[in-house]
Nanobody, 112 residues
């Protein structure tokens, strides 16, 4: 199983980023996927969740209305579109195959 995140970087407040997580080594369409984040000195927290077929999603209250999780099962990829970014969104963002495997993370920094 391999999960490889990309798309992180430095963005100004109010800006947007799209994270991608490319999956391999398993039947991607059979698993729910999630995005988590961990800010310095804080615990890792769930940001967004999507079911295996993409028919249902859930979001942390702090990102609802600003972030959108989606997936392309033909490309074995899950995405996190992040809009209206705030400094408090700064964290390392991790992709997770529920319930067991994690990616290595990608840094998102929101700063002017």
């Amino acid at each position: 199983v391999q999960l490889v995140e990309s798309g992180g970087g430095l963005v100004q407040p109010g800006g947007s980023l799209r994270l991608s997580c490319a999956a391999s080594g398993f039947t991607f369409s059979s698993y729910a996927m999630s995005w988590y984040r961990q800010a310095p000195g804080k615990e890792r927290e769930l940001v967004a969740f999507i079911t295996s077929a993409g028919g249902s999603t859930n979001y942390a209250v702090s990102v609802k209305g600003r972030f959108t999780i989606s997936r392309d099962n033909a490309k074995n990829t899950v995405y996190l579109q992040m809009n209206s970014l705030k400094p408090e969104d700064t964290a390392v963002y991790y992709c997770r195959r529920n319930p067991d495997y994690w990616g290595q993370g990608t840094q998102v920094t929101v700063s002017s």
